[in-house]
């Protein structure tokens, strides 16, 4: 399973972003797909997660209302829209997929690079 994420950038606090993570084929419909990210100094922390069929998500408190996750199975990507950005979203994203009896236990097995995103204020 390989994970391709993308999209980082610049961008001044207020704005939006999209993230995209491309996995490797068949990976995105066998597998939970979610979002993580890590600050300078800072433990890596969960932002979403989407199911499978993408019919279910769950959000970071931080992050709720502001962030939507969704995925197309059949491009095998899923992505991170992030609005209302702020300074303290500032980190390296990451994807990950992984399985779990539910979306708040999952087990990640599968890590994508990572793709900076910086918040100015």
């Known amino acids: 399973v390989q994970l391709q994420a993308s999209g980082g950038g610049l961008v001044q606090a207020g704005g939006s972003l999209t993230l995209s993570c491309a996995a490797s084929?068949?990976?995105?419909?066998?597998?939970?797909m979610g979002w993580f990210r890590q600050a300078p100094g800072k433990e890596r922390e969960f932002v979403a997660v989407?199911?499978?069929?993408?019919?279910?998500?769950f959000y970071a408190d931080s992050v709720k209302g502001r962030f939507t996750i969704s995925r197309d199975v059949a491009k095998n990507t899923v992505y991170l829209q992030m609005n209302s950005l702020k300074p303290e979203d500032t980190a390296v994203y990451y994807c990950a997929a992984g399985r779990g009896p539910r979306l708040r236990d999952v087990m990640y097995a599968y890590w994508g690079q990572g793709t900076q995103v910086t918040v100015s204020s």
């Open positions: 989407i199911s499978w069929s993408g019919g279910s998500t």
């Open positions: 084929e068949g990976t995105s419909s066998s597998y939970v």
